[in-house]
């Protein structure tokens, strides 16, 4: 124990350390990083007793959005959660994040832990905490540097979902994903979650495709506790349930089909942690209240007129923000950065068609790979009016350039908790660590 009380003291005089320094909210891993050294067993002490255990929430994409729907889900039932809702998503990153809410005794005063993480560091932390329940989103090309292939990446889901003790629940229309339950053990839940038959034709967007299986052959057939979405329109939809117990109409603040996917994820999981508690309507009215997490489709307003920050890192998840926002007649900036979080083989853009910017334009490249961005837009026929690798001066340069009229931009991680930061401090926006719990 005292072990685990001199991690919590060192963890959270780092943490002060680095927000007197304009490390941000919790968001640096720093902290803990410093816990985690003095305690290796920290996770487990802080977090092993839970009454209603831990939810680890993985996939390539949608975690962020997802584990946030997760945790209002839960606490709309009267639940208290602790989370790492910043998004840093190594298990450093959630030890620095619940830090604030953890008592020099370790003791938390929670009834669930739900936890965002990395495909690669969420065994590390199962080899700590053994997961009662896991979430498991989809699989596409991600950080090839650190992934090296899609397989890979399957994987090391699938021996996450092995050490899952009580429930797993698995992307149906992911063929990655909806093999996995093949490998769960005998006592383990599952439970699907998908798009309804009528809308599947809008997957292939969404998804990397495995050409080694038949796709008919791979999807389960749902069953009542299966949760498939039922679009209405770009924020209404319905979860709809074998069992005819329906969540919806939901009215989503975040538009999109891949946001809805992400809602029906989170009502399924929720729906199978808690069992006959879970009530449609409160599930129904939380989702509803649910805003962006910062910068996956945040809007920002800037002296009047919107700017949204769009936060992509795959093919996959380019290739849909440009579908939801590329026809838009909104000015554009697309700030790449090749850090250790973004993926530092940047090779991935030219999967990716930018045919849809072509009308419009591109304002301006940034980042540390602002000429690479330029070269891969030019390729497709997209003007691009200037390049300023300077995150600093490229948003002044877009501000002033733009300042009336719509604008958003298309941003890798790192790039986007620089230009969140940025915008921060010109405009009332709430601070990472307010923002996860507004």
């Excluded at 060192?10 to 803990?32: D, E, I, M, Q, Y």
């Excluded at 994409?61 to 989370?83: C, D, E, F, P, Q």
């Excluded at 370790?106 to 690669?120: H, S, T």
Aim: aromatic share 6%; net charge negative; glycine share 8%.
């Amino acid at each position: 124990m005292w072990r685990t009380t001199a991690a919590i003291a060192a963890g959270k005089l780092a943490r002060t350390a680095s927000r007197l320094r304009g490390g941000g909210s919790g968001g640096s891993a720093l902290p803990g990083l410093v816990a985690e050294r003095i305690d290796p067993g920290f996770l487990r002490s802080t977090l092993g007793d839970l009454p209603r255990g831990v939810v680890v929430v993985s996939g390539t994409n949608g975690k962020t959005t997802t584990t946030k729907m997760v945790v209002a889900l839960l606490r709309a039932h009267g639940l208290t959660v602790i989370t790492n809702p910043t998004g840093s998503n190594f298990t450093r990153g959630v030890i620095s994040s619940m830090l604030p809410e953890i008592p020099l005794t370790g003791r938390i005063k929670a009834d669930i832990a739900v936890v965002e993480l990395d495909e690669a560091h969420s065994l590390k932390f199962a080899e700590v905490v053994a997961p009662t329940h896991a979430l498991l989103l989809n699989v596409a090309r991600d950080q090839l540097d650190r992934f090296a292939e899609i397989d890979h990446t399957a994987r090391l889901l699938t021996r996450l979902a092995e050490q899952t003790t009580g429930g797993v629940v698995l992307n149906r229309d992911d063929s990655f994903i909806s093999r996995i339950d093949e490998h769960v053990g005998p006592d383990v839940t599952v439970r699907w979650f998908g798009v309804d038959p009528s809308i599947a034709d809008r997957l292939p967007e969404l998804q990397e495709a495995d050409v080694r299986f038949e796709e008919a052959d791979e999807v389960p057939p749902a069953g009542p506790s299966d949760g498939l979405l039922k679009p209405i329109d770009d924020h209404h939809f319905t979860v709809v349930f074998g069992d005819g117990h329906d969540v919806g109409p939901v009215s989503l603040r975040q538009r999109g089909l891949a946001a809805m996917i992400n809602a029906t994820a989170a009502t399924s999981m929720v729906r199978l942690v808690l069992g006959d508690d879970f009530r449609h309507a409160v599930a129904a009215e939380a989702l509803a209240k649910v805003t962006p997490p910062f910068g996956r489709g945040e809007v920002v307003d800037v002296d009047g007129q919107p700017l949204e920050l769009v936060l992509v890192k795959n093919p996959a998840g380019f290739t849909v923000a440009l579908g939801t926002y590329g026809t838009t007649p909104v000015a554009s900036m697309v700030a790449i950065n090749d850090n250790y979080a973004d993926g530092q083989d940047v090779s991935w853009l030219y999967d990716v068609s930018f045919e849809s910017l072509r009308e419009h334009g591109v304002a301006v490249t940034s980042g540390v790979r602002a000429y690479d961005m330029a070269l891969r837009l030019r390729y497709d026929d997209v003007r691009v009016d200037s390049v300023e690798p300077d995150l600093e001066r490229a948003l002044d340069v877009f501000l002033a350039d733009h300042a009336d009229e719509p604008k958003r931009i298309f941003c890798t991680y790192t790039a986007m908790m620089t230009l969140r930061r940025m915008l921060a401090q010109r405009y009332d926006l709430p601070d990472f660590g307010e923002e996860a719990t507004a």
